[in-house]
């Protein structure tokens, strides 16, 4: 779905095809992907991603994920992610400049 929007085309359905799924690791591995969230081309169609991700958004949302699962973890891993998808969309610019 990224690569054809990208392409300015629609994708072909692969009846076949297999689809792999990677879950982060590690709170690094959740960094690095939401900061290649925020560099994507899915972010331009959020209207304001500071209001979504920002600081105020991302600790409301990080408390009721944690009390709704009962996982105070959960509230770290959306405040870090939270803040690579905003540091990723706040550096695509520069990214894209740059070649990366």
């Given at each position: 779905?990224?690569?054809?929007?990208k392409?300015?085309?629609?994708?072909?359905?692969?009846?076949?095809?297999?689809?792999?799924?990677?879950?982060?690791e590690?709170?690094?591995?959740?960094?690095?992907?939401?900061?290649?969230?925020?560099?994507?081309?899915?972010?331009?169609?959020?209207?304001?991603?500071?209001?979504?991700?920002?600081?105020?958004a991302?600790?409301r949302?990080?408390?009721?994920?944690?009390?709704?699962?009962?996982?105070?973890?959960?509230a770290?891993?959306?405040l870090?992610?939270?803040?690579?998808?905003?540091?990723g969309?706040?550096?695509r610019?520069?990214?894209?400049?740059?070649g990366?």
């Open positions: 779905m990224t690569l054809g929007r392409l300015g085309a629609l994708a072909d359905v692969a009846a076949d095809a297999v689809c792999y799924h990677h879950e982060p590690g709170l690094l591995d959740v960094m690095r992907t939401a900061r290649w969230v925020g560099r994507g081309e899915r972010i331009l169609a959020v209207a304001d991603p500071m209001r979504v991700c920002g600081p105020r991302s600790a949302t990080a408390r009721r994920l944690a009390r709704r699962h009962r996982m105070p973890s959960l770290v891993y959306r870090l992610y939270d803040a690579g998808v905003v540091y969309w706040l550096t610019d520069r990214a894209r400049s740059a990366k």
